[in-house]
Structure formats: structure tokens, C-alpha cells
């Protein structure tokens, strides 16, 4: 399967992933040091994924195309941002109830998608219970 991206769509997935991965190890070194409590901590997570969420949505709003498109009820469709926006949110989440389909070069992008929202999922799990376990 031979898939051709867009330099401006494979830059800003790259950037994503790599800024993402970025922040959350320089968070979690200040927390680690003592310089961040665990409620600021899990709240920049949070907002993280929500700058993800938001990029990878503008991704999937570009038009349907020979390398890939989004299908919704067996069409090619272009999403509406408020669309973009769910299909990232459920992706994200891993919860995919299949109502909005990726193909081609778009699947990359739920993938990625998918394996830092198991990322973010996991450390946002890990910071609330540190919250909820902090001595008072």
C-alpha cells in the first residue's frame, strides 16, 4: 500500500505527535520536581488532548481526494469543522462508533490519533488518581 501525504499534512501530524510527546514528558519532569501540583498537571492534560482533538479535526476537514476521504453513510463527504471535531473527539477516546468512516491516507491519521489518545488517556488516569491519593 503505497500512500502519498501532503508535506503540510504530514508536517502537522509529525508536529502534533512530536510537541505532544514533548509536553507531556516536560510536565510530568516539573511535577516530578515538585514545581507543579497534580490538579495543574492533570488540567494541561486535559487541555493537551483538546489541542490535539482541535488539529487533528482541521486534518480531517480536507476535501475527499484520490489518497483518501472520510465516508459517511457510504459516500465521500467533506466534513464541516462541528463533524471533524466529533470524528477526533470519538477517535481520540477510542470509542469509534463507525458512524464516519476514514480511507486512505486519512486512516494514518486516525491511527496516530488513536495511539496518543491512549497515551493521553492513560496519563490523565494516572494524574487523577494522584490527585484523588494526594495527601491534603
Keep these: 500500500l503505497a500512500l502519498k501525504f501532503h508535506t503540510p499534512i ?15 514528558l516536560v510536565q510530568i519532569y516539573f511535577k ?8 495543574m498537571f492533570t488540567y494541561s492534560i486535559f487541555l493537551y488532548m483538546l489541542v490535539a482533538i482541535t488539529l487533528f479535526a482541521q486534518i480531517y476537514t ?9 465516508v459517511e453513510e457510504g459516500q465521500n463527504k467533506t466534513l464541516s469543522f462541528g463533524e471533524s471535531f466529533y470524528f477526533s473527539t470519538i477517535t481520540i477516546t477510542t470509542l469509534g462508533y463507525g458512524d464516519i468512516t476514514p480511507r486512505g491516507f486519512f486512516r494514518v491519521f486516525a491511527v496516530i490519533e488513536v495511539l496518543l489518545g491512549v497515551v493521553y488517556s492513560g496519563i490523565f488516569i494516572w494524574a ?9
Excluded: D, Q, Y
Excluded at 10 to 24: E, K, N
Design 10 to 24: 504530514l508536517a502537522i501530524s509529525l508536529f502534533i505527535i512530536i510537541s505532544s510527546v514533548g509536553i507531556i
Design 32 to 39: 516530578n520536581k515538585g514545581r507543579m501540583s497534580h490538579g
Design 62 to 70: 480536507l476535501p475527499p481526494s484520490e489518497r483518501g476521504s472520510m
Design 128 to 136: 487523577i488518581t494522584n490527585l484523588i491519593r494526594e495527601p491534603k
